[in-house]
């Protein structure tokens, strides 16, 4: 190749993604194919599958039927909402450029007059803030603001994760243990204490959690102390703290009644002796009466109980004195000194507490040596209960139970048999929260829907129907009706209102336009496959339309990330999920059968098919699933098995390289977009983690890739993709290259990920449809 062409692909590519990113590519071949090669005349192209405008989060105000969301719509990222009775939906922010700066942490006043949100990406392990654009002012992440009736947004104070008092009119957030406020409203006298230059609440201990209480007149925070910890309540009228039944145990989870009289929390036992982080000797303590030396190094074990180490109250055997010792006496050194419990030999207690007073009462604890009730992480005031969702052992699906504020034993709310993912995935009614919503896939294990149920206990009952997939659920203020973001085979994320008392979703934003292919998609169908240890595995199945009869067409399969994912049968709920299914419906226009697998370790089958034995660096035993699935595919008769190829992002870029490193025999081509290549640091070919990885099995990887990587990942280390070139290089096996300077895990961009689409369907018309042989790099 000469200096001359390389040169002429490099401004290519510089010249397609303007000034947004710069890509370095290293494919190393003579001519660069057209896209119109990796499209058939007439289909479809990947921008108008990724052209509508996608919700991606949802909030909804309390005392008023307005919700609110954030839009990501060809990479500019805005703030919606919408009200009662039609819903229409409006954009009230006006960032109208792709420059990668997210959005979110979207938050409604009570009245739905003031919506808060966060500008800027979380930093990385360096402190720099997201910068894909290249500005060379630096990048930022602020809390901004903006009226719901409409009007420019204003920039706060620079911050995240604000806490956005009832009124609308001041946030909360902390920074370096201290609690910070901004006012929201503007045109007041401003001070360094209204802008967060300076903490609003500075006390000893590391400081967190603000939570207002309903009414707005008090701040409950937790005031973390390494060995323990309080539950302390600032007063708003009259500037002052009271910390609640100050003790020496670990105090947490503060969650107020809906009359902001008192407030529910949680107490663990402070941390022991031999779990405590010492500083030097002598002081207070020291026998010698000597003054403490502040500037020595951290002594004995490392922090527990309060910071976060080993586990208060957790029971096994411990090694003391450089001996493991189970005798009596053991225990005996171990009670006190390494395991800290309760009198009553009990490890957990619900406190509630009277903010008046300060005085609190336990309601309820645990059982010494308890299995199930361990926690009470998560947990929300609700009617006259207390809600926290528990990983009961040996139970295959996520539950949530309750127990009442004034005492009783905790009653199992979600009887349902299905995963309720995450924090998203829960609400509760604006009435106090007299009823649970939650998402989950029970009853339907492919697809997500909302069910609801008596915080105080009774029987769950589905609300939403149809074949759709609902996630976020937001009651509205009214009772009458919650908002979901709505998802089916061809419809991408949209919100949609269902009633509280059952139904259909109304879709009510967006309004495709003509140009979106919805006529193109086909609707996928399920398969099952087994692997060679015989474990069952659910795949998504996309075929083209245009088959004819005793066509083989070529194959891809998909494998998505994590690996806590599941694909489903319709757009996703997750943002490069709901990108990668309209790139597999694309893949299936351009007329490739496409499977989607879901392997082992991903949720939505049960916690056993979670936590399967031998997964990752313990043997990687999820890529038997897609050898499984690729096998299947090549058993068809309508799949030529010497065509088939693979893609992935993440931990799917670390089973399409697993694929290619083991398999080029039956993998003929793959995309590895920022996949993790060594498990661990090890180079050491006897070791289990190395075997385990696609390095391990270098020397057969033999089929071309086409890989992606942006250099600022905060997922996978960049570091993943500089050493696998140098193995590729070394073997002269045909790669091709995309580096996104100061781009994240998922590129921020919407340029770059059309470019990179675009790009990868024409490496696979090559490779895989095309089967052409690949060169050699040495050329």
């Not at 040596?369 to 040996?394: C, E, H, Q, Y």
Request: hydrophobic letters at 40%.
């Amino acid at each position: 190749m000469t200096f001359a062409s390389l040169h002429v692909r490099v401004l290519r590519c510089a010249l397609t993604i303007g000034a947004l990113a710069s890509f370095v590519l290293a494919s190393f071949v003579l001519t660069w194919p057209s896209r119109a090669q990796a499209q058939g005349a007439g289909k479809a192209t990947i921008e108008q599958f990724m052209s509508p405008a996608s919700p991606l989060t949802l909030t909804s105000a309390r005392k008023a039927d307005r919700l609110a969301w954030m839009v990501y719509d060809r990479g500019l990222r805005n703030v919606y909402t919408a009200a009662a009775p039609n819903f229409r939906a409006v954009r009230v922010t006006n960032f109208l450029k792709d420059d990668g700066t997210d959005l979110g942490d979207v938050e409604l006043s009570d009245d739905g007059s003031i919506i808060v949100f966060v500008r800027g990406s979380a930093p990385n392990r360096y402190g720099w803030v997201a910068n894909p654009s290249h500005d060379p002012n630096g990048a930022e992440r602020a809390i901004w603001a903006v009226r719901s009736t409409g009007g420019p947004a204003w920039r706060v104070a620079v911050g995240s994760a604000p806490e956005l008092s009832p009124d609308g009119r001041t946030v909360l957030f902390t920074r370096d243990g201290q609690i910070y406020r901004a006012r929201v409203m503007r045109g007041a006298t401003v001070t360094a204490m209204d802008t967060g230059g300076v903490p609003f609440i500075q006390a000893w201990g590391r400081n967190g959690v603000p939570k207002w209480s309903p009414d707005g007149k008090r701040i409950a925070f937790v005031s973390d102390r390494e060995n323990h910890a309080f539950i302390a309540v600032y007063d708003v009228a009259t500037r002052t703290v009271k910390y609640i039944a100050p003790s020496v145990d670990c105090d947490g989870g503060p969650t107020w009644s809906p009359d902001s009289k008192r407030i529910a929390f949680y107490r663990r036992p402070g941390t022991p002796f031999g779990m405590q982080q010492q500083r030097g000797t002598g002081g207070i303590g020291n026998p010698s009466g000597a003054a403490a030396n502040l500037n020595a190094p951290l002594v004995g074990n490392p922090a527990g109980g309060c910071a976060g180490g080993f586990a208060a109250g957790a029971v096994r055997t411990v090694g003391i004195a450089g001996r493991t010792d189970s005798t009596r006496a053991g225990a005996r050194l171990l009670a006190g000194f390494y395991i800290s419990t309760f009198t009553a030999g009990h490890t957990l207690e619900l406190m509630l507490a009277d903010v008046t007073t300060g005085e609190a009462k336990r309601v309820w604890r645990n059982a010494p040596r308890d299995s199930v009730f361990t926690s009470l992480n998560n947990m929300a005031w609700a009617g006259t209960s207390v809600i926290f969702p528990v990983n009961v052992p040996k139970d295959e699906w996520d539950r949530w139970y309750s127990i009442p504020v004034s005492g009783g034993e905790p009653t199992l709310l979600t009887t349902t048999d299905g995963m309720i993912e995450d924090a998203t995935s829960v609400a509760l009614s604006k009435d106090g929260g007299s009823t649970l919503y939650y998402c989950t896939n029970a009853t339907d294990i492919e697809r997500r829907h909302v069910w609801a149920v008596p915080t105080s206990g009774g029987t769950p009952r589905r609300v939403s129907s149809g074949e759709g997939i609902e996630t976020h659920p937001q009651p509205l203020a009214s009772g009458k009706s919650l908002a979901v973001i709505y998802f089916d085979a061809k419809t991408p994320a949209s919100i949609a209102i269902v009633p509280t008392a059952g139904g259909a979703p109304k879709r009510v934003f967006p309004t495709l336009a003509s140009s979106f292919p919805t006529a193109a998609h086909v609707v996928p169908e399920i398969v099952k496959t087994k692997a060679a240890d015989g474990l069952e595995i659910s795949n998504t199945l996309f075929m083209p339309k245009d088959m004819k009869p005793g066509e083989k067409r070529p194959a891809l399969i998909f494998v998505h990330g994590g690996p806590r994912r599941q694909m489903m049968p319709g757009y996703h709920y997750m943002q490069f999920y709901h990108w990668a299914y309209a790139v597999n419906q694309w893949l299936a226009d351009q007329g490739y059968v496409v499977l989607s697998i879901n392997y082992r370790s991903g949720v939505g089958y049960g916690k056993s098919f979670a936590n399967a034995p031998n997964t990752q660096g313990r043997g990687n035993s999820e890529y038997q699933d897609v050898v499984a699935g690729a096998k299947y595919l090549q058993g068809r008769a309508d799949v030529d098995p010497t065509r088939v190829g693979i893609w992935g992002l993440s931990y799917g870029g670390l089973l399409t390289s697993q694929a290619l490193a083991r398999n080029s025999d039956i993998f003929v081509a793959g995309a590895d977009l920022a996949g993790v290549h060594l498990y661990g640091n090890v180079i050491d070919t006897t070791n289990l983690a190395f075997k385990s990885s696609a390095v391990g099995a270098i020397d057969g990887w033999k089929s071309p890739v086409f890989l992606v990587h942006g250099d600022d990942d905060r997922n996978v280390d960049f570091a993943q993709t500089v050493g696998l070139v140098q193995l590729l290089r070394a073997r002269d096996v045909y790669h091709e290259l995309i580096v996104v300077p100061d781009d994240l895990h998922e590129s921020m961009l919407h340029s770059n990920w059309i470019d990179t689409f675009d790009r990868m369907g024409v490496f696979l018309k090559r490779f895989v449809w095309n089967k052409e042989k690949a060169p050699s790099m040495k050329q």
